[in-house]
Antibody
Framework: EVQLVQSGAEVKKPGESLKISCKGS????????IGWVRQMPGKGLEWMGI????????RYSPSFQGQVTISADKSISTAYLQWTSLTASDTAIYHC??????????????????WGQGTLVTVSS | DIALTQSPGTLSLSPGERATLSCRAS???????LAWYQQKPGQAPRLLIY???SRATGIPDRFSGSGSGTDFTLTISRLEPEDFAVYYC?????????FGGGTKVEIK
């Protein structure tokens, strides 16, 4: 079974750094883009970016470029999302997703399946 | 960026009724590159439909997708109690990948 298991909920103060993780299993981790989707409280879904664990190529949504860093460690089948200085507006659930789509997925485009269980990040003073 | 507009914002229906959800793109999508997801409270979204009309593995056949170009539709033929949720469309015809704002299907 293909699974993405995310790290647990975090409570942080503004200005702190954070790195959350997503471990893939049940498939060849280096052969699929893996990415992150933000969901602010009571709001919709926003695509943040993706990483290809095979060669660490990354793509970012312009809305998130420079705000976060997406990376992957293929030796432990784990992807990461990190912030250097959190603000209250980073409070959200962050979903880890695998990019599917055959040929177009190789170009970094496609649909998301499966989804991780989500990681709630709360930033509050 | 391709913007996706979903309508209506909320759909109030009874179990057994038919639900028709709309997703309109600001530009024509390449090769009907559109997906639909279902999200229930406290859960992660689940893929329902990809390539506008292909059902994902394990998705009941009461869910169907149609459309091309800029206009797409998700139809639930007969609502079951477990279908009351929020539904999102997502385009992958061009980067950045974008989602619609969602349609909530609630019990009338």
């Amino acid at each position: 079974e293909v699974q993405l298991v995310q790290s647990g909920a975090e409570v942080k103060k503004p200005g702190e750094s954070l790195k959350i993780s997503c471990k893939g299993s049940g498939y060849s981790f280096t052969s699929y883009w893996i990415g992150w989707v933000r969901q602010m409280p009571g709001k919709g879904l926003e695509w943040m970016g993706i990483v290809y664990p095979g060669d660490s190529d990354t793509r970012y949504s312009p809305s998130f470029q420079g705000q976060v860093t997406i990376s992957a460690d293929k030796s432990i089948s784990t992807a990461y999302l990190q912030w250097t200085s959190l603000t209250a507006s980073d409070t959200a659930i962050y979903h880890c997703v695998r990019l599917e789509g055959g040929d177009i997925a190789m170009a970094g485009q496609g649909w998301f399946d499966p989804w991780g269980q989500g990681t709630l990040v709360t930033v509050s003073s | 960026d391709i913007a996706l507009t979903q309508s209506p914002g909320t759909l109030s229906l009874s179990p057994g009724e038919r639900a028709t959800l709309s997703c309109r793109a600001s530009q024509s999508l390449n090769s009907s590159y559109l997906a639909w997801y279902q999200q229930k409270p406290g859960q992660a979204p689940r893929l329902l439909i990809y390539d506008a009309s292909s059902r994902a593995t394990g998705i009941p056949d009461r869910f169907s997708g149609s459309g091309s170009g800029t206009d797409f539709t998700l139809t639930i033929s007969r609502l079951e109690p477990e279908d009351f949720a929020v539904y999102y469309c997502q385009q992958y015809g061009s980067s950045p990948l974008t989602f619609g704002g969602g349609t909530k299907v609630e019990i009338k």
